[in-house]
């Protein structure tokens, strides 16, 4: 996320200022279908070709049958019919690490870069996963759920990876038990769940919290390559197979569809027609839950999803809504006049608007950017609810002297403090859970962003 702090300076002076981010347990719930081989992504009726026709409206659920949350105009309306404001919070580094969070600096550090790190000081791969494992286990509980909706939250967005359901060869069925076991904590305490694709195949930015492994501190676009090759289709394989899944979960919001694109430069056009082409994925197999899509430029830019604009209509095709449930998501990382009326674009086009990131600064800035999205948006989701060693957040976790010694590792060398497993996994069976007497509660973040 800190990334944004620099690009987005970066890119509203470069854009001209946009209208002004194995451990599978069978589940008792549902059923796990087997996942397709992957040989069913180079056939014909896999993912339906990229075009602009959207998803045709005569596949819209009757206002009766209705039992998820929807959307009416600008407004969501929950699944007991009754309009709701997104009062949520992100769930960040819980099952993506994101480097400036695990060890305490801005070095460009992915999630994938960290596990390898982390498995060279704990002495393997094995001991790694586990630490992994555990922390994904621990990091959410129902006590940090119960504490959330107590504060007056009432939705949460949850940042995932794709390789949590993508093995490299074919689909796997890994990421549910974290999923599932939120999904139970939040039908407890009445807690609407919005899952985020927030690192695509292919590398939908030059981000380390998409997990680049082509990037770097400079984040080139050059190393974002999720509009080539097969990357769309597998992603829309990818959420038919989540979306196949949740298909009768009343607490799943939506599907945010990928976290903060950033298409190389001269092909910011090609965003719209790969969102229309994975949601049509998800609708053979799920017509009722919400689609969420994310503006260009770090989430920042509507105006490439705007398909009245005549630009948009002519480079892509698109000259309607392209789905009948669908949110659009705008994030900010910066002053908070600088984000005032992009809801104009959505009330044209007569839909929601939601602000799924912000943070990062003052107090001040943010309890403006959230009294701007109570008054003209339809929810807000500051960033983030829990972090390792910084203080703009609602805990903040401090970490020991075992975590100390492998970061000290990470960053200088010397011996891989293998010695130090026993404490690592104790750090994430215990320290991180809400209600640890090492956490800092910081009153003065919850003020700025309360619901």
Same mark, same amino acid.
């Given at each position: ?9 970066? &890119?509203? /002076?470069?854009?001209?200022? !946009?209208?002004?981010? $194995?451990? +599978?347990?069978?589940? %008792? ?69 994101? &480097?400036? /969070?695990?060890?305490?600096? !801005?070095?460009?550090? $992915?999630? +994938?870069?960290?596990? %390898? ?110 509009w080539d090759d097969d990357n769309v289709a597998l992603t829309g394989k990818i ?72 630009q948009v209509q002519q480079e892509t095709g698109v000259r309607a809504a392209w ?104 750090f994430a069976r215990e320290n991180i859970r809400n209600g640890h007497p090492s ?13």
């Amino acid at each position: 996320m800190i990334q944004l702090l620099v690009s987005f300076s970066i &890119g509203f /002076l470069l854009a001209g200022i !946009f209208a002004c981010t $194995t451990k +599978t347990r069978e589940s %008792n719930q549902r059923t796990v279908e087997p996942p397709a081989s992957s040989e069913d992504l180079n056939q014909e009726d896999s993912i339906p070709k990229m075009d602009s026709g959207g998803v045709p409206p005569s596949e819209s659920p009757e206002e009766d049958e209705i039992s998820f949350s929807h959307t009416r105009g600008t407004k969501i309306i929950d699944h007991n019919g009754r309009e709701v404001f997104l009062n949520g919070i992100n769930l960040g580094n819980w099952l993506v690490w994101e &480097g400036y /969070l695990m060890m305490d600096d !801005f070095k460009y550090r $992915t999630h +994938t870069q960290f596990f %390898n790190s982390l498995a060279t000081a704990l002495g393997s791969v094995e001991r790694a996963a586990e630490f992994e494992h555990q922390w994904r286990l621990s990091y959410v509980d129902e006590r940090a759920i119960r504490e959330l909706a107590d504060l007056g939250f009432n939705s949460v967005r949850v940042p995932f990876n794709y390789k949590l359901f993508w093995d490299g060869t074919e689909l796997t069925n890994d990421g549910f038990q974290y999923i599932d076991q939120l999904l139970t904590f939040c039908k407890t305490h009445e807690i609407y769940v919005l899952l985020d694709l927030h690192g695509a195949p292919g590398y939908q930015n030059p981000g380390d919290h998409a997990d680049n492994h082509l990037s770097n501190e400079l984040q080139p676009r050059e190393s974002v390559q999720f509009w080539d090759d097969d990357n769309v289709a597998l992603t829309g394989k990818i959420w038919q197979h989540i979306a196949r899944y949740y298909r009768d979960e009343p607490y799943i919001l939506g599907y945010d569809l990928i976290n903060e694109p950033v298409p190389q430069a001269g092909r910011e056009f090609e965003l719209l027609p790969s969102l229309i082409a994975i949601t049509k994925a998800i609708r053979e197999v799920d017509p009722n839950h919400v689609i969420v899509a994310e503006g260009s430029w770090w989430a920042s830019d509507l105006t490439k999803l705007d398909w009245l604009d005549p630009q948009v209509q002519q480079e892509t095709g698109v000259r309607a809504a392209w789905d009948h449930n669908l949110i659009y998501q705008i994030h900010h990382y910066g002053p908070a006049e600088e984000t005032f009326g992009r809801e104009e674009i959505t009330n044209r086009l007569n839909i929601p608007l939601i602000i799924g990131e912000f943070g990062e600064s003052d107090n001040g800035n943010l309890r403006a950017i959230a009294n701007w999205a109570g008054e003209s948006l339809a929810g807000a989701f500051p960033w983030s609810f829990k972090k390792m060693s910084h203080d703009r957040t609602l805990w903040t976790i401090p970490s020991n002297v075992a975590y100390e010694r492998v970061k000290t590792f990470i960053n200088d060398g010397g011996s891989p403090p293998i010695d130090a497993f026993d404490d690592m996994m104790r750090f994430a069976r215990e320290n991180i859970r809400n209600g640890h007497p090492s956490h800092i509660w910081h009153q003065d973040f919850y003020d700025a962003v309360k619901p």
